[in-house]
């Protein structure tokens, strides 16, 4: 017949190839990658294969052979219709042996499509890999080229004299006559607080990275014959 004994482990465990006849194949190794003991569809080599094996193999142990066991089950009804000619060599029971092709001729082996696939994906991961550091770099360039505004902030200065004897124009020129980088000097008015005595409140604008109103009215109340003291009376970010 051409096939070990399948009554036992140890046959089901090996099985003479049909395409390379002198070459003893575990069947669970066989039919790990095929469907059929030859060719591509059934044929009486899987009838011969199939009835040669007394009990369903064992899917723990012979989980491949399993497979193809039941998958040949399903063709039982038509075992007498299936191609090839069980008495001839087992070479013959499906195609004709020099139909017995596995892998067609001048195709890639396993291991070289394996290798093509595995290509193909790298060079699709290479080729998407370029595209985002491209368009990274071009969104780095756009960005470098545009210039952030600086944070400003409006604030209204109470600057509060000594009297009501107090020159208040003198006191509004000299606190004007402070520059500093980031500093724009705003409207101002006189607001009374009582006993004749008016402040000084003034508007400016700062650049927030530049300007330290700490410092600002520091310099201010360095006018020691005018200012008595002042403060913050508002601010809001711009």
């Keep these: 017949m051409g096939f070990l004994d399948f009554a036992n482990a140890a046959g089901l465990s090996s099985m003479r190839s049909p395409t390379l006849c002198s070459i ?14 030859a060719g591509y569809g059934p044929s009486q080599a899987d009838v011969a294969c199939f009835k040669a094996i007394k009990a ?22 038509e075992f007498p219709s299936l191609p090839g000619d069980p008495s001839k060599a087992y070479t013959t029971y499906g195609p004709e042996q020099s139909e017995l092709t596995v892998i067609p001729k001048g195709a890639p082996d ?13 060079s699709e991961d290479e080729e998407a890999k370029r595209i985002k550091e491209a368009n990274l770099a071009a969104y780095k360039k756009k960005k470098e080229g545009k210039t952030k505004p600086a944070a400003k902030s409006l604030v209204t200065l109470d600057v ?20 500093m ?27 927030d990275d530049k300007v330290s109103l ?9 006018i020691e014959d005018h200012v008595q003291s002042t403060d913050v009376a508002a601010m809001q970010k711009l």
């Design 214 to 222: 700490e410092d600002l009215q520091q310099q201010i109340e360095g």
């Design 110 to 122: 396993a291991e070289e499509e394996e290798e093509d696939l595995f290509g193909s994906d790298e």
């Design 24 to 37: 003893m194949l575990p069947l669970d190794t066989w039919t790990r990658t095929r469907s059929y003991i």
């Design 56 to 77: 369903t193999p064992e899917a723990a142990k012979f989980p491949h052979a399993y497979r193809w066991y039941r998958h040949i089950a399903s063709y039982e009804s």
């Design 160 to 179: 509060k004299p000594w009297d009501d004897e107090t020159n208040m124009k003198e006191l509004e020129s000299h606190t004007r006559a402070i520059e």
């Design 181 to 207: 980088d980031g500093l724009v000097w705003g409207a101002s008015k006189l607001v009374p607080v009582g006993y004749g005595i008016s402040k000084l409140q003034i508007n400016l604008v700062v650049e």
